[in-house]
């Protein structure tokens, strides 16, 4: 048998169902424990313990119990005490350089006033990591619960890395020689490009991207240039893209007349980041 007691916010039935294990299934008492939350849980959060965590529950506490032994049959008692919700209180962050405080901002999910969610820790996680900025095997957290006032703080420490990309290409084809040269800035920074003393080599910190790429040979050029910036407007998570794009081609024509010819073209798009799944 397998019971439940001190749970009120899930039902018997939930947490029957979280849990995986069901009377009759072979004992199996370190894949039982990481399902309840011991042993440091299930690597992807499913166990008890952690969905009490991500409803707000820090000071919760789920501990498995063998309650009697007969024969060849095991039961178990999950004894859980659910405590008060929690809060973040002091949310802090330090290490950064060169980005922007609003770059970093924008990317928690671990709000003063919000309920404290072990799932939004490891989610700002990954959209620090994703920026490409930092360091991601340098990104922590130091997480520093008050159960007499049911908050938490937490101080986010990030390493900054370089992240511009320079690119250098050369081929030949065609009788002719082909030569790429690309520059992309992944953290430039458009509302400083007039201040001179934010160049480094170029104005960084706001996480816009800025791309150029020249490309050129015997019978063609191509220059481009694009830019992004991925939160429209500094509030909302839409990434505004505009491109532009010119191209020249010379050739010989069947009159064996040279002819040259202009390709100016341009594009626009905004990506949203969707809610759901």
Not at 50 to 60: A, E, I, K, T, V
Not at 69 to 82: G, Q
Not at 170 to 178: C, D, L, M, Q, W
Not at 220 to 233: A, C, G, K, M, R
């Amino acid at each position: 048998d397998i019971t439940f007691v001190g749970n009120t916010v899930f039902s018997t039935e939930a947490l029957t169902k979280l849990l995986g294990y069901k009377k009759g299934d072979i004992y199996d008492s370190v894949g039982f424990k990481k399902k309840v939350g011991e042993e440091g849980g299930k690597e992807d959060n499913s166990d008890i313990a952690s969905s009490y965590m991500d409803s707000g529950y820090l000071f919760s506490n789920v501990n498995a119990v063998e309650k009697s032994i007969k024969n060849d049959t095991i039961s178990m008692e999950v004894r859980i005490h659910e405590g008060t919700k929690a809060t973040w209180n002091r949310v802090t962050w330090g290490g950064n350089v060169t980005t922007h405080d609003h770059v970093i901002l924008r990317s928690l999910r671990t709000r003063p006033g919000d309920l404290f969610s072990k799932a939004n820790i490891k989610r700002t996680y990954f959209d620090l990591a994703g920026m490409s900025y930092f360091d991601p095997q340098q990104i922590g957290q130091d997480i520093k619960p008050n159960a007499v006032d049911n908050t938490a703080d937490i101080h986010w420490t990030v390493v900054e890395k370089g992240s511009s990309q320079v690119q250098v290409q050369a081929g030949y084809g065609g009788n002719s020689f082909i030569g790429t040269l690309g520059l992309t800035f992944n953290n430039f920074s458009l509302k400083n490009f007039l201040r001179l003393k934010d160049f480094r080599p170029v104005p960084q910190g706001d996480g816009q991207i800025l791309s150029l790429q020249a490309q050129a040979g015997q019978y063609f050029q191509n220059y481009s240039v694009s830019f992004t910036e991925p939160w429209l407007f500094g509030t909302k998570p839409t990434a505004l893209s505009v491109g532009f794009n010119y191209s020249r081609v010379k050739y010989t024509d069947q009159y064996g007349a040279t002819q040259k010819l202009n390709i100016f073209s341009a594009n626009a798009g905004l990506n949203r980041l969707l809610r759901w799944p």
